[in-house]
């Protein structure tokens, strides 16, 4: 209750940018217009809408989704608000010295620990699911019957585990460090890394060999719209670099001298 009191007015505004994105995103699509839009982004240097992840692989509303908010939007506003939680919910306590105050309860540092790393987990995932309910409700108003709802359910699946993965990836970082300049400055550079790679990765064909750097290789929208296979792998890798980040962030927590 103490770290929802405390989080919820952050969680709050990037829901309603990312919402506001994706009434905006989903007005725009026009099923029997489709060629105005495209004509409209040939004013933009291919290499430039790659980069952004803006691919439509079919003129569906799931496939214009897939590539107008699940190819750039949806990753950059939910690593943003996980970067900054992570810190909030263990990185500043250690950092400004009030861990102290949070183990002179009656609280071991396990649960300490576990409650953290759930709650991280737990608020990014409402974000992903709110802005999914908000996504069902618009396509029921303004489109109905053009959503294919199993698609994009599992549109969304596949941006939770990406974002288990990510989590896991700031939680451990915020676990292993004292200083808020290491913690931000590893989590930060970590996942920007990754972001760039992925980008640079779609610009060039001679760049393509990036890809297998990058965490976000494993979320590929049109891929997922169109069913393909190899989705149920990329979301095991996901899984496994979640479920291994968090449990060496746990045990690094539990074990590590703190500056209390």
Partial sequence: MFNLKNNY??????MLIMMMYKTIIMGMYDPENAEAIEAMLEMFPPALLNAMGFNILDASLNGFLAGYYYGFIVILFPLIFTIMLSYKLIGKYVDDGSMAFLLSAPVSRQTLARTQGFTLFGMVTDLI?????IGLIFSALLFPGELNIGRYLLLNLGVIFLFFAISGITYLCSTLFNEAKHMLGFSIG???????????????????????????TLFDGNKINQGDPIIYFHFTL??????????????AFIRKDLTL
């Fill in 9 to 14: 007015k952050i969680w709050l505004i990037f």
């Fill in 129 to 133: 699911a709110s802005i999914t309910l």
């Fill in 190 to 216: 970590i996942l920007v890394a990754f972001f760039v790679i992925d980008m640079l990765s779609s610009v060039d064909e001679r760049l393509d060999f990036l890809q297998y750097f990058t965490l976000f």
């Fill in 238 to 251: 996901l899984c496994l670099v979640g479920i291994l980040s968090y449990a060496l962030g746990y045990s």
